[in-house]
Each structure stands twice: as C-alpha cells, then as structure tokens.
C-alpha cells in the first residue's frame, strides 16, 4: 500500500526557513519521481518541486526558484524540501506525491497518483 506522509510544517516569520519532510512507504522512492505541490485558500494547487530518479532531473515551479531545495534520502524513503527565505505569499497547504514513473516530466498534476494529507505552512510575522 503506497503511503506518504507530511511533516514539518508550522508558523514560521518572513524571511525564516522550514524543512518539510515526505515519509513513504509501500514502494522504493528512488524508482519514482516525488514532488512537492501547495495549495492556498482560493488557489489552484501548484508544482513547487520534483525529482526524478536521476539527480538531474529536477523540475523547479516559479516560487520555488532560488530559495528551495528538494533532497530524497533512499535509506530512509523520504523526500524532504527545505525552503529558505520564506515569504507570505508561501503560505499554504503543501503536499508530497509520487509520480506514475521515474520523470518529473513537466510536473503536471496528471502525472502524480498518490498523494499525502499535507502540511500546513504560515508564514506570518
């Protein structure tokens, strides 16, 4: 049973970072791509970043350019982001999922399958 679960998120002040953490199980991680989405009230949900099963295919949303990074950890079949420079317009619900292959592709939402419950991110002074 495919599983992914969120953690990490919290009230953080601008300018402040956050390491959200994508726990799986039921499948390896380093055979599938893992991204990372949000979703702010009244928004559509967003690619923020991707990785592939090669390190060289990272796929980068607009807001994440610059100030996230994505790492996955295949000992421990997790997928972190961690997020620098955090600005409010960061504030959402961000979500974790596993891809039908390898490929971020264009990180479209088609192609994620199974998805976490998400975190919640506030960033507010």
């Known amino acids: 049973q495919v599983q992914l679960v969120e953690s990490g998120g919290g009230l953080v002040q601008p300018g402040g970072s956050l390491r959200l953490s994508c726990a799986t199980s039921?499948?390896?991680?380093?055979?599938?791509?893992i991204a990372w989405f949000r979703q702010a009230p009244g928004k559509e949900r967003a690619g923020v970043l991707c990785?592939?099963?090669?390190?060289?295919?990272?796929v980068f949303g607009d807001s994440a350019k610059g100030r996230f990074t994505i790492a996955r950890h295949n000992v421990k079949n997790t997928v972190y982001l961690q997020m620098n420079n955090l600005k409010h317009e960061d504030t959402a619900v961000y979500l974790c999922?596993?891809?039908?292959?390898?490929?971020?592709?264009?990180?479209?939402?088609?192609?994620?399958?199974?998805w976490g419950q998400g975190t919640q991110v506030t960033v507010s002074a």
């Open positions: 990785i592939g099963n090669s390190v060289r295919n990272t």
């Open positions: 999922s596993k891809a039908r292959g390898s490929s971020c592709g264009s990180m479209s939402e088609q192609e994620f399958t199974s």
């Open positions: 039921g499948f390896t991680v380093d055979n599938y791509a």
